[in-house]
C-alpha cells in the first residue's frame, strides 16, 4: 500500500512517520484519536492537517501494526 501523504526522512524528524513532511508525527494524530478527540478538534489544535490526512494516518498505523508481532498479556 502506498501512502501519498506519510513521509518519513532519516534526516527529517529522526526518521519518525510524518504527515505530508510537516512536524506532525503520525503517533501523535492517532494517539489523539485513541485518546478521544474528534477530528474536528484535532485539526483545529493542527491547521495544517486536513481530514484526509487523519484517515490516511489510521490506515498507515493499521498497516504497521499487521507488519509486526507485538506482545500482549495473556487472557485468562
Do not use: H, N, W
Amino acid at each position: 500500500m502506498k501512502f501519498a501523504r506519510i513521509t518519513a526522512q532519516p534526516a527529517f524528524m529522526g526518521g519518525v512517520a510524518c504527515i505530508r513532511g510537516l512536524r506532525i508525527p503520525v503517533a501523535t494524530v492517532v494517539g489523539m484519536l485513541a485518546d478521544g478527540m474528534a477530528e474536528a478538534e484535532i485539526l483545529e489544535a493542527y491547521p495544517d492537517l486536513q481530514p484526509q490526512d487523519i484517515r490516511e494516518a489510521l490506515r498507515f498505523a493499521a498497516e504497521a501494526v499487521l507488519e509486526r508481532e507485538i506482545p500482549l498479556a495473556k487472557s485468562e
